[in-house]
T-cell receptor, first 114, second 111 residues
């Protein structure tokens, strides 16, 4: 059973379109994250939710909107896609209390904007 | 200056070599230190996790944290071609959900 699963794995779309990526974790973790990895492999946090509450919202264009319907799910919707949005988006989760728990990552969703 | 600095490599070593991967950081509040391995087109997977200073060993892998120098290391003994991957360090302060990653070091172990 996959611990953190994200769909779709690959997304190819035109500039200006809207797309969504879904994430689910079956680890019973309280906290979920979206990270963006650019072409140089740099992983940067975008958002974090703890028990459905937004706790981290980095400087991300408001075209990106996360939604957490419950603590096992975290989705990412992107409006008006731009070329610079092309990247791999990773969902991750961590369990229990603050800071002491490591991140478990999904396999990534590779977004290509043409 | 970035909060976490890591040499991007690539680092090429012969099979069987000892590999040393390093990160430096500027935030003295960091207490939790992690090393992740990422194969091409895969998600990062946790290799080692240490809290505060000291050493931790797991099989061929040893993680070291020197908080006084703000420097962490990952050593890989008897490196194998299957160790070829990008290695990412990550760290966070206590009481925070924000994990800061290094840029990753690409390692290639030659058979």
């Amino acid at each position: 059973d996959t611990a953190v699963s994200q769909t779709p794995k690959y997304l190819v779309t035109q500039m200006g379109n809207d797309k969504s990526i879904k994430c689910e974790q079956n680890l019973g973790h309280d906290t979920m994250y979206w990270y963006k990895q650019d072409s140089k492999k740099f992983l940067k946090i975008m958002f974090s939710y703890n028990n459905k509450e937004l706790i981290i919202n980095e400087t991300v264009p408001n075209r990106f909107s996360p939604k957490s319907p419950d603590k096992a799910h975290l989705n990412l919707h992107i409006n008006s896609l731009e070329l610079g949005d092309s990247a791999v988006y990773f969902c991750a989760s961590s369990g229990g209390g603050f800071g002491a728990n490591v991140l478990t990552f999904g396999a990534g969703s590779r977004l290509t904007v043409l | 200056q970035k909060e976490v600095e890591q040499d991007p490599g690539p680092l090429s070593v012969p099979e069987g070599a000892i590999v040393s991967l390093n990160c430096t950081y500027s935030n003295s509040a960091f207490q939790y230190f992690m090393w992740y391995r990422q194969y091409s087109r895969k998600g990062p997977e946790l290799l080692m996790y240490t809290y505060s200073s000291g050493n931790k060993e797991d099989g061929r892998f040893t993680a070291q944290v020197d908080k006084s120098s703000k420097y962490i290391s990952l050593f890989i003994r008897d490196s194998q071609p299957s160790d070829s991957a990008t290695y990412l360090c990550a760290m966070s302060p206590p009481g925070a959900y924000k994990y800061i990653f290094g840029t990753g070091t690409r390692l290639k172990v030659l058979a």
